[in-house]
């Protein structure tokens, strides 16, 4: 258990809303990882970080801004909701110095109506 | 940038029957290379990793997968196939690019009894 927390754990709002996901970690581990999955596309990555106020866009970064504080937190924000942001949101930790391996959280499921 | 390619959607296969999982990946190098599978409703777990050395590497559950370089291929067996092993699986590389995945599409495993 690499002692990740997503919150919310499901969240229906309204186009034009911002909503922001958190990631909590417990182990102080460099790398974090948003990641959004949509059926038929698998994973994709968003956004990530290496470390504190370190971010750098994925391959799906339009929409969306992070931000890292501190160590154990890595917040996912969308400034402003669109319908095409329903999804389901993981974020993920690797817990070396390389991606040796990624660890999930549980997700985020995301509805914008 | 690197890629990669799960070619079946959906397979289905009878319990007991052994079972394979195709992935293909492109990239200029040696990549990093993983399997994770996605139980419903929950985030992703690792199955098996290759970075370098034997080309069979094996991992939880009885499953194992095979680096082939010349085919730029990467996948997954298990000469028997439980019921429990129904799930969606993720092929995923690294191509030494900030310690990024890119995952495929997925393959979701439906097993009859």
């Known amino acids: 258990d690499a002692g990740i927390t997503q919150s919310p754990r499901h969240k229906v709002t309204e186009t034009g809303t911002p909503v922001t996901l958190r990631c909590h970690q417990t182990e102080n581990h460099r790398y974090m990882y948003w990641y959004r999955q949509d059926p038929g596309h698998g994973l994709r990555l968003i956004h990530y970080?290496?470390?504190?106020?370190?971010?750098d866009k994925g391959e799906v970064s339009d929409g969306y801004s992070v931000s890292r504080s501190k160590t154990e937190d890595f917040l996912l924000t969308l400034e402003s909701a669109t319908s095409s942001q329903t999804s389901v949101y993981f974020c993920?930790?690797?817990?070396?110095?390389?991606?040796?391996?990624?660890?999930f959280g549980e997700g985020s499921r995301l509805t914008v109506l | 940038a690197q890629s990669v390619t799960q070619p079946d959607i959906h397979i289905t296969v009878s319990e007991g029957a052994s079972l394979e999982l195709r992935c293909n990946y492109s990239y200029g190098a040696t990549p990093y290379l993983f399997w994770y599978v996605q139980s419903p409703g929950q985030g992703l777990q690792l199955l098996l990793k290759y970075f370098s050395g034997d080309t069979l590497v094996q991992g939880i559950k009885g499953f194992e997968a095979e680096f082939k370089r010349s085919q730029s291929s990467f996948n997954l067996r298990k000469p028997s196939v439980h019921w429990s092993d129904a799930a969606e699986y993720f092929c995923?590389?690294?191509?030494?690019?900030?310690?990024?995945?890119?995952f495929g599409k997925g393959t979701l495993l439906t097993v009859n009894p």
């Open positions: 970080s290496y470390g504190v106020k370190d971010t």
């Open positions: 995923a590389v690294e191509g030494g690019s900030n310690y990024k995945l890119t």
């Open positions: 993920a930790i690797s817990t070396g110095t390389s991606v040796e391996e990624l660890f």
